[in-house]
Each structure stands twice: as structure tokens, then as C-alpha cells.
């Protein structure tokens, strides 16, 4: 190897061990690099995505819990099928209630689980509809709630405060 290959190399050395020094000295030793903070307040419309949101994850949580006490406790035609029904239906409440969390937090990476969740509930709504009785309003008020989210998410002022869009700052 020549001395200007090996200077090269050692120059390269050096400036790496710069930057990671730096690096440490900005956020600590051992912590990861965070990602930076939204400036300005929340827009009211992402509060109320967030919180609509939030509630159809909290319903799905209370509805996994439900079936999940009822094949424990209850008499179903199968315990096991009831359990991995409740099981299911508490992992699927975990994607709205993250992305909840996520657009509270004004994360970009919110705005598409959110989105996914309202989709998803057009099926179920029509479904509950369907059935009659009780669960008309039911699939009603679902349908009502993933449409006003819907609408809220793909709102230019809550894109823009995600950092979405041709208005936002990244």
C-alpha cells in the first residue's frame, strides 16, 4: 500500500471517529438519534383523527377482551375458537391504537395505519348493518366515525402538520 493510500485511509479513520463523537456528544452515549419535534401546535382536525382513531382502537381492545373473557368464562360452542377470536381482535385494536398515538404525536408514519383502519372498518360497518337489530346503528355510527376520519386525515392542514404534502417543511 503507497503513503498516500494509507494517509487516505487513516484520514477517513479519523473523520469517522469526529463525526461519531460528535454524534455522542449531541445526544448521549448510547442513545439513538430522535427524530426531530413538530413545531407549532396540533391542528384540531389531526386531534380529532387521533381521537377518533384512538376510540375505534379502545373499541376493538374492549371487544377482543369481551369475546376473550367469554370463551374463559362463558359457555361457547368452542372455548378455543372464542380465546383465538379474542386474541385476534386484541392484536388488530394494536394498529389503530398505535397510529393514535403517532398522529397525537405528529409522526409521520401515522397518517398511513390511520388511513388503513378506516378502510377496514367500511367492511365491518356494512357487516354490522347488515345483521339488523341493534347493530344497524352500530355499523352506522362505525361507518360515520371511519368517514369523518377519513376525511380529517386527508385534510392539507393535518398532511402539512404530519410533514405530508407540498406545504410541509422537511
Known amino acids: 500500500m503507497s503513503s498516500k493510500q494509507s494517509a487516505s485511509k487513516s484520514a477517513r479513520k479519523n ?3 469526529e463525526r461519531e463523537q460528535t454524534r455522542e456528544q449531541t445526544r448521549g ?3 439513538a438519534a430522535a427524530a426531530p419535534e413538530p413545531a407549532g401546535e396540533r391542528p384540531a382536525r389531526l386531534t380529532a383523527a387521533a381521537v377518533l382513531t384512538g376510540l375505534e382502537g379502545a373499541a376493538l381492545a374492549a371487544g377482543g377482551v369481551y369475546m376473550l373473557v367469554m370463551g374463559l368464562l362463558g359457555k361457547p360452542d368452542s372455548p ?4 383465538l377470536g379474542g386474541l385476534t381482535v386484541l392484536a388488530l385494536a394494536l394498529l389503530p391504537l398505535l397510529a393514535a398515538r403517532g398522529l397525537w404525536q405528529r409522526r409521520r408514519w ?5 388511513l388503513i383502519t378506516q378502510l377496514m372498518a367500511f367492511p365491518v360497518a356494512w357487516t354490522l348493518f ?8 352500530a355499523g352506522v355510527l362505525l361507518a360515520l366515525a371511519a368517514l369523518a376520519t ?3 386525515l ?13 406545504g410541509a417543511s422537511s
Open 110 to 114: 401515522s397518517r398511513g395505519p390511520a
Open 154 to 166: 386527508v385534510n392539507p392542514t393535518a398532511t402539512e402538520a404530519l410533514g405530508i404534502g407540498p
Open 150 to 152: 377519513l376525511a380529517l
Open 80 to 83: 378455543q375458537q372464542a380465546e
Open 29 to 31: 452515549p448510547g442513545k
Open 130 to 137: 347488515s345483521t339488523g337489530g341493534g347493530m344497524v346503528a
Open 15 to 17: 473523520a469517522s471517529r
